[in-house]
């Protein structure tokens, strides 16, 4: 498993460290690299997310500049996707920040970010949260994790907290 990749690395550092399901997005991209048919052994998509370091050195060999995708129900967390100004006003007055258990900054132009939470024990299905502008991602859907390369902006999605 040596010479993977920065992105490669992320990714086994993800699974082993943490046991989080994980999977190769599109280079660039937040699309499963499977949906075009990238890489082998993805079909699925975030379906296939995994935590196996022999499966993430697979997936991060053949593709190395791979950005990292996240099933976080599976993972035990919640996340709430927070996209532009309307939404992080949104999240403050909600005070999503102070609650959260981690940050990721997106890398989008107009700021977002994502709040994870740990998964309630229940299912907790993507969701549009009706008049407002934050999403929730968890059993059925997936976020994109740093480092991985925002496709719009080109900068790292990061840790803030």
């Not at 997936?59 to 791979?66: C, F, H, K, M, N």
């Not at 919640?78 to 609650?99: F, S, T």
């Not at 059925?140 to 907290?161: C, D, F, K, M, Q």
């Amino acid at each position: 498993m040596k010479g993977l990749s920065k992105l490669g690395n992320a990714g086994l550092e993800y699974a082993v460290e943490l046991g989080w399901a994980v999977f190769p997005l599109r280079p660039r991209g937040k699309d499963p690299a499977s949906n075009a048919g990238e890489i082998s052994g993805c079909r699925g998509g975030f379906y296939r997310a995994s935590s196996h370091p022999e499966q993430i050195d697979a997936w991060w060999t053949e593709i190395p500049d791979a950005n990292i995708g996240l099933w976080p129900g599976p993972s035990g967390l919640l996340v709430v996707d927070v996209d532009g100004p309307n939404a992080e006003r949104e999240a403050e007055q909600l005070k999503l920040p102070e609650a959260a258990l981690m940050i990721c900054a997106s890398g989008r132009a107009d700021g977002g970010r994502h709040f994870y939470f740990r998964r309630p024990p229940h299912e907790v299905r993507n969701k549009n949260l009706v008049g407002s502008y934050l999403t929730l991602r968890c059993d059925n859907g997936y976020v994109v994790l740093p480092p991985s390369i925002h496709p719009a902006t080109g900068r790292e999605y990061r840790w803030v907290r």
